[in-house]
DNA sequence: AATGAATGAGCCTTCATTCAT
DNA sequence: GATGAATGAAGGCTCATTCAT
């Protein structure tokens, strides 16, 4: 189902030192001089892997994006409602970016960055066959009438929209409760935000 | 109220150079060049006016917060229930999104940068200020149970998150409609997340 | 008649300071720091004026270039038989080269580099008019029988050949006398090579 | 007669890829990974039999020598008269070059690189005992009176020149004709600036 | 206030060479 | 003999900032 994508040793230990630095201090303020010390692994070695510092920047994004949508697709086969889905969906986010911060960081602060580049055709790639799966998950009930019939670009929006701003804020230091706090309060508010009420 | 900010002509140029560089290639990726050829003032004259290159990027973030806080607070002024105002908070916030694209992006793409560099002390007291004004507007429909009770953080997500989901993804240009299409759909999905359901 | 081309300070001690590197060392090994050193230029002047080293050594070639054909041209115009327009060009080939051994040694060494950098087209356009300019002066002489009908692409071969042979030989130091010891010899040699031997 | 040199299959490959290399993107600009791709061979392999850069762009020179001056030797046992001998010697040059472009190119660029680097004491001896030869080959014309007195160092200009001087031209793709087509002009010439006028 | 030439520290990247397998 | 990953010194070039005019 993934492509193969055996990292070697090296290429680990140098894309772990770059998500260190890249939090730290930011993509444009890393130098490769910190990479090589965050990783213990030469400049020269770096270029020989990874070609350029935007190639580690995209693998590194890619990882992220990769490691969320497996884990959301997983859980969603447990699922067995609509209101099941939309809260897992909810609860999944809330505990990817719990339980990886950094890369949540990363990827919120960078998505830009990537998609501009031109080097993540890749990344396109998942993200349509990820959001495919997705609407053919979610179609029936919107069909059967559980859910409320709306533009499709909106449903993102209403449904991770409130968590994503908390958990921006919370990566950022900017909360005093714990992002997972609120996991149900956030999972509740989705449902509320699209599940049909005129039929019962 | 408002500090008196008359910008000078030459110091209004570089601010709206300085922005359309900042957007088309980001802060770091602007040189001091680039703000001297898309304003038409001298590397000279633009370090006589700011100092240096972090100050143009503070100054243009102040200008865009506030112009997006004075708009929402005149707009509240006018609004006389809780629904009406929590659904004048979404529209004030799209409206503004609308008319000032480029300011938006800006503001989303550097908040944190400007945030962290230290630099912006002014900011930090004209949010908290702002913040409690709302806080203020607010209260009394929540202590009437008009709005549902909930910590207090988790109200912004609530009813900002949605429609600031689809305005990134509209700024970005990843969206089909325009963000100012779904206007009605965020302001009413906002009120479903907090009003109270129990009471009335 | 020149086209103005004043260099300034800055920019003559550059490329003075360049010539004596390039010499020495070549090119390629020449560092920018070196021609920092021999110039007293910093590293951002030298960029401010030239964009890159690649500049400088096109800046050179056509100093090189044009100094040479000025002189011949202007030896020219006083000759007034075959025979001295004949000798007059390799004298004065010789003397410009004893006259201006690092030119010349840069000139041969480094003029495909330029010619096939795409940078010089300046150059080429000084290069036809100046071999327009020859074929008027010796066009005569063909015609009324003092010079051999030869093709047009030999004439250079056979006139300057020889002392640029010597020459180069003589500027890698692999002779034992000097290049002007055997200015009428080669002067004589051309002029028996290009003679007409049937008229007379 | 010659030294024994052998040279391996895999010797053979990287010289040759080198030389494509060399004469397309010139040695400073030659990576060893650019002849690693041109000759197929590892990067390790080619150090194992060269042992560095310098090394291959010597065996390259040398070997471009000596093609020259066997093949200009057995032309030259076979001419019986000073006209013969001075017109072989040019005649021979020119189909060298003709046939061998490559090498031409290669030599004349980098003769000064190679001479000057002090890797190249064999070619030095050959250089001497080759110009032994032909001074002994040639001496019984100038005692003789058929070829003119004139210093020794002046000869190989008056011969030579000419054809070399069309060929840089021609290998740099600058003239019209092919350099063949010259062949006789050359000789013919050669022989005028060289034969004694004065007797016979 | 305005200008733009001058400065030089600093960074990305390259590439010859080594060496373990 | 063959391979290619690893190394790190070195260099071209950039760019924020200064300053004389």
Known sequence: MMM?????????RILSGALTCFIEHGVEATRIADIRRASGISVGSIYHHFGNKDAIVVALFLSGMRGHS???EQALADASSAEEGVKTIVRCYIDWITDNPDWA??????RSLVEN???????????RSHFRR?????S????EGYIRKLPIEVYHSLIIGPSQDFALRWLRGETRSALSDYREIYA???WLSVKCTEKR
């Open 105 to 110: 960081r990363f990827v919120f602060r960078y």
């Open 134 to 138: 997705l609407k053919e998950w979610f």
């Open 140 to 143: 029936p009930y919107v069909n």
């Open 188 to 190: 509740e508010a989705a």
């Open 117 to 127: 580049s031109g080097l993540a055709e890749q990344n396109e790639a998942h993200k």
């Open 4 to 12: 193969e994508m055996e990292l070697s040793e090296t290429k680990q």
């Open 70 to 72: 497996e884990m959301q």
